[in-house]
């Protein structure tokens, strides 16, 4: 990937190096603090990776011990999307003037990047974790930043003194609205889990479109993507006045220390007029291909853009939506059949000759659901 100059530099200043592995990252950072902690970093993370531990207070308030230490963590899962993120606060030069607020602003690795590109403005990162808002604090002075402050404080209780041009959120809305979006299912009729995550997202979006100029900007970089959140997270910012600006919306891939993750890409302001539907179908519409068997997020939008009329069939186990079954004529005349559970989800195009087998693989794993113990709902939607 090419980067520009400037961010480079940052990286290499900072020793933000990219690893080969969790070996080579643990060992980087028993360098930087001791046997210990690395001991309790990496017990953590495998208790994360299981499921058996999503305490994300514990987590930064672990990450944040030391300043180096935390700087070596964001490196290993974060400095793939980094070069990102520095690449588009450069090309984003006409959103950054006058006050910009950097929400969950964590060690401040983005926040002193973007107040060492912009010098003219002033930035202000805010977080709830003292231990970060300290280590922001020291790596500004370690920079030499004058422009840029660290405040402690909950976002939902901010105010700014002087309201911002522009907020921005990398990689930090899992984390601050993770107890308003506990508990919303990941899958299941999309605007009915849209319109639930933007019920979950609206504090939020209030708390930082109150924070905002008249023609104040909202740009995040986030891990709710388009299989699940991204458009309720437009939908909520659209509901408080701030509507995405659709050609600057995307969807953007980054390498971490063990995988590919996919993240969403969101320009937002006061004076645009496009909906999160436009700018949703128009990120969308790029990889689209009627007739193509797709996967993921990439399935699910086929299935509402290629169609006009969808029949489901829901599996719920308890409140739990578990299984959704879906099939749909394609525009083109194609008959389409949609599958999603909590971990994938595909879609195959059939022609009528096809169709048969594909009813009966349906039908067979619908027969595995006993009316007992689960609960199955069929409904139609105009797409």
């Known amino acids: 990937m090419q980067t520009y100059e400037q961010v480079d530099n940052y990286m290499q200043a900072l020793d933000l190096k990219y ?3 969790t070996n080579d ?3 980087n950072l028993m360098m930087k603090t001791d046997k210990g902690y690395v001991k309790e970093l990496a017990d953590t993370l495998n208790s994360r990776a299981k499921g058996q531990n999503s305490n994300n207070e514990y987590f930064y308030k672990l990450k944040n011990r030391t300043l180096d230490g935390s700087l070596c963590i964001s490196a290993a899962f974060d400095s793939g999307l980094f070069r990102h993120l520095g690449n588009m606060i450069i090309d984003s030069a006409e959103y950054f003037h006058g006050t910009v607020l950097d929400v969950g602003c964590d060690c401040g690795l983005v926040t002193c990047f973007i107040a060492q590109q912009y010098p003219e403005c002033r930035v202000v990162g805010v977080d709830k974790n003292e231990l970060a808002v300290n280590n922001a604090k020291a790596l500004a002075e370690r920079l030499g930043l004058s422009n840029v402050e660290f405040v402690t404080a909950d976002i939902y209780d901010f105010v700014l003194d002087e309201k911002a041009s522009v907020a921005t959120s990398f990689r930090g809305l899992l984390d601050i609205a993770q107890k308003q979006t506990s508990g919303v299912s990941v899958i299941g009729e999309r605007s009915e889990r849209e319109n639930a995550y933007q019920q979950a997202f609206s504090p939020l979006a209030t708390a930082i479109a109150n924070n905002l100029t008249d023609d104040g900007a909202v740009i995040s970089v986030e891990r709710y993507t388009a299989l699940y959140g991204w458009l309720g997270w ?3 910012l659209a509901e408080v006045g701030v509507s ?3 050609d600057k919306c995307a969807r ?3 390498q971490d220390i063990s995988t590919k993750k996919d993240y969403s890409v969101t320009f937002a302001q006061k004076s645009s007029k496009s909906t999160p539907l436009e700018a949703y179908n128009y990120v969308m519409e790029q990889n689209f291909k009627s007739g193509a068997g797709v996967t993921g997020a990439d399935a699910e939008f086929s299935l509402y853009f290629d169609s006009t009329e969808i029949e489901f069939t829901d599996v719920k186990k308890g409140e739990k939506l578990i ?3 879906a099939k749909a004529e394609s525009k083109g005349g194609k008959f389409m059949f949609y599958e ?3 971990d994938d989800r595909k879609l195959k195009y059939c022609n009528e000759k096809k169709s048969q087998k594909a009813q009966e693989d349906f039908d067979r794993k619908l027969a595995m659901y006993n009316n007992s113990e689960f609960e199955i709902k069929k409904y139609t939607i105009n797409s």
């Open 323 to 325: 299984h959704q079954f």
């Open 252 to 254: 953007m891939v980054a």
């Open 19 to 21: 690893y080969k592995n």
């Open 25 to 27: 990252f643990l060992a």
């Open 234 to 236: 437009m939908q909520a």
């Open 244 to 246: 995405p600006v659709m």
């Open 340 to 342: 999603a559970d909590l």
